[in-house]
């Protein structure tokens, strides 16, 4: 009797989380989806002077900004899909002119063991950007480097090396005309700490460990070739066929929708 007690209490709880609309916007749905009818999304910037410790790190700079230029199109059909946003699209422009003219600081957080750079833009120009687009909103996404503590297993999973690594992290943020932060990612508002890294920067030599018989093993930066080439793993549908996207930005981009969400449907949007 316990057991099935249990199971239909499982069920129940399943079936409340399912039922029930999950707001992962940081004001009322209502509210957002009355307001936000024009949403822009900036080109993708690079925090080159966040926490990137790569030896190359301007090569590996210049190669995300080109792969940011080569992906960042493939968010808007993701976000349109998600039935969030009707009229959604990429802003054209130079990222890092625009970067430097919004850019106001960054804060390094960890919250519930996830760290990532929080972004604070300068409330006068961004008012500026967003009117001169004619937009309601804008969407900032922005690539900078974190290091954090992370535990790295050997591929038979009996040794790890556990010490801090260096990642490249992928944020977003949704903000008005007002400077008001209406949405943002990494998102909490669902009890989530999931917030999964754009690059592993780093990995532990465990060959050269075993090589040089010690048992001291160093955490190496990947290359640029390795780096590029995880770039250049492509996203593939259930029939293994190409959607045209580098998996990595694909990954990140089902992350961020994942968060957004269909709209309202006592939103004014949905209003015939």
């Not at 004001?27 to 925090?47: H, I, M, Q, T, W």
């Not at 966040?50 to 090569?59: L, M, N, V, Y």
């Not at 010690?214 to 259930?238: H, W, Y």
Request: hydrophobic letters at 40%; proline letters at 4%; a neutral charge.
């Amino acid at each position: 009797m316990k057991r099935i007690a249990k199971v239909l209490l499982l069920f129940v709880l399943t079936l409340f989380t399912f039922g029930c609309a999950q707001n992962h916007y940081n004001v009322p749905r209502e509210n957002y989806d009355k307001k936000v009818k024009n949403l822009g999304v900036a080109p993708f910037f690079v925090d080159a002077d966040s926490d990137i410790r790569h030896p190359e790190k301007d090569a590996l700079v210049a190669l995300v900004k080109d792969y940011n230029r080569i992906n960042e199109k493939k968010l808007i059909p993701m976000i349109q899909d998600t039935g969030s946003q009707r009229d959604v699209r990429l802003l054209a422009g130079d990222a890092d002119p625009l970067f430097t003219s919004l850019f106001s600081r960054r804060e390094r957080r960890d919250d519930a063991g996830v760290v990532y750079n929080k972004y604070f833009f300068k409330a006068d120009a961004l008012r500026d950007y967003i009117k001169a687009n004619n937009l309601d909103a804008v969407m900032l996404v922005t690539v900078s480097g974190v290091t954090r503590p992370d535990k790295v297993y050997s591929g038979n999973l009996i040794k790890y090396l556990e010490t801090d690594y260096n990642f490249l992290v992928m944020t977003a943020l949704i903000l008005d005309s007002e400077g008001s932060v209406l949405w943002e990612y990494p998102n909490f508002r669902d009890g989530s700490v999931a917030f999964p890294p754009f690059i592993v920067l780093q990995y532990p030599d465990f060959n050269e460990a075993e090589a040089n018989l010690t048992t001291v093993v160093n955490a190496k930066f990947k290359t640029i070739a390795g780096i590029r080439k995880t770039l250049d793993e492509r996203e593939k549908d259930m029939l293994l066929r190409d959607k045209h996207i580098s998996a990595p930005y694909y990954d990140q981009f089902d992350e961020i929708v994942s968060k957004l969400g269909p709209a309202s449907k006592m939103s004014g949007a949905e209003k015939k």
